[in-house]
C-alpha cells in the first residue's frame, strides 16, 4: 500500500483495546470539525463530526471530544480492531459559508492483533 | 465506493508537460473540491467549486487551473510541471457548498512527474 507521510507520529494498539487520537487545531474560527480514515490506497473517508457548540458526539464504536479552550479535538475508539488500522485525520472547517478544510497531519493507528 | 469517481487512476509524466485529471461527483452532489496530498505536506485544499462556479480556494499555485462543468464533473490542470508536484489528488464531492457538509472522497489519481 502507499504509506502517508513519511513522518506520520503512530500509535499502537492491542486488538480490543480502545484507542485515543488526539489532534490540536489552530484557527478559533473554526466552528466544524470532522474526523476522516484513510486505510492505504484509498481516498479519505468519513468517520464522525462535531460542531463547536457541542463538546462530545458519539457514533458506533467512536467518539469525538472537542475542547474549544484549548482548541484539541480527540477521536476515541472502542474495542480496536485490525479493520481500524489506518490514517486518522482530523480536519477543521472555517466559517463563513463557504467550506474550506483544514486537516492535519495524520496519525497512523496500527492494531495488533 | 464513495461515490466519487477519479481518472485516471495513475499518471506519468514529465517536468514541464501539462495534464489533466478528471472527477465525477455523487449522484446529486453540487460541490467538488480538489485536494493535494504528498508525503511532506499531507492533505491540502486547493480549490473548491459549487454548481459550476469557484468557491473558496486554498493553496492552489497559479500553474494549477480547475473548472466545474454543467454537468457536474471537474477537471484539474496542472501545467509546467515539476517533480515537487508528484503527489495524490482528491476530489471530493457534497451535497452543497455549506460549511458543515460531509464530503466524499474519491480514490485519488497518483502523479508521477520524472
Known amino acids: 500500500g502507499e504509506s502517508v507521510g513519511l513522518h506520520l507520529p503512530t500509535l499502537s494498539v492491542q486488538e480490543g483495546d480502545n484507542s485515543i487520537i488526539n489532534c490540536a487545531y489552530s484557527n478559533s474560527a473554526s466552528d466544524y470539525f470532522i474526523w476522516y480514515k484513510q486505510e492505504s490506497g484509498k481516498g479519505p473517508q468519513f468517520i464522525i463530526d462535531?460542531?463547536?457548540?457541542?463538546d462530545k458526539r458519539q457514533g458506533q464504536r467512536v467518539t469525538v471530544l472537542l475542547n474549544k479552550t484549548v482548541k484539541h479535538l480527540s477521536l476515541q475508539i472502542a474495542a480496536t480492531q485490525p479493520g481500524d488500522s489506518a490514517v486518522y485525520f482530523c480536519?477543521?472547517?472555517?466559517?463563513?459559508?463557504?467550506?474550506?478544510?483544514?486537516f492535519g497531519t495524520g496519525t497512523k493507528l496500527q492494531v495488533i492483533p | 465506493d464513495s461515490g466519487v469517481t477519479q481518472t485516471p487512476k495513475h499518471l506519468i509524466t514529465a517536468t514541464g508537460q501539462r495534464v489533466t485529471l478528471r472527477c465525477s461527483p455523487r449522484?446529486?452532489?453540487?460541490?467538488v473540491y480538489w485536494y493535494q496530498q504528498s508525503l511532506d505536506q499531507g492533505l491540502q485544499f486547493l480549490i473548491q467549486?459549487?454548481?459550476?462556479?469557484?468557491?473558496a480556494k486554498g493553496n492552489i499555485l497559479e500553474r494549477f487551473s480547475a473548472q466545474q462543468f454543467p454537468d457536474l464533473h471537474s477537471e484539474l490542470n496542472l501545467s509546467s510541471l515539476e517533480l515537487g508536484d508528484s503527489a495524490l489528488y482528491f476530489c471530493?464531492?457534497?451535497?452543497?457548498?455549506?460549511?458543515?457538509?460531509?464530503?466524499?472522497f474519491g480514490p485519488g489519481t497518483r502523479l508521477t512527474v520524472l
Open positions: 467549486y459549487y454548481n459550476g462556479e469557484e468557491r
Open positions: 449522484s446529486g452532489d453540487l460541490s
Open positions: 462535531i460542531r463547536s457548540n457541542m
Open positions: 480536519a477543521e472547517n472555517t466559517s463563513g459559508g463557504y467550506q474550506k478544510v483544514t
Open positions: 471530493a464531492s457534497s451535497r452543497t457548498s455549506g460549511s458543515q457538509n460531509e464530503q466524499f
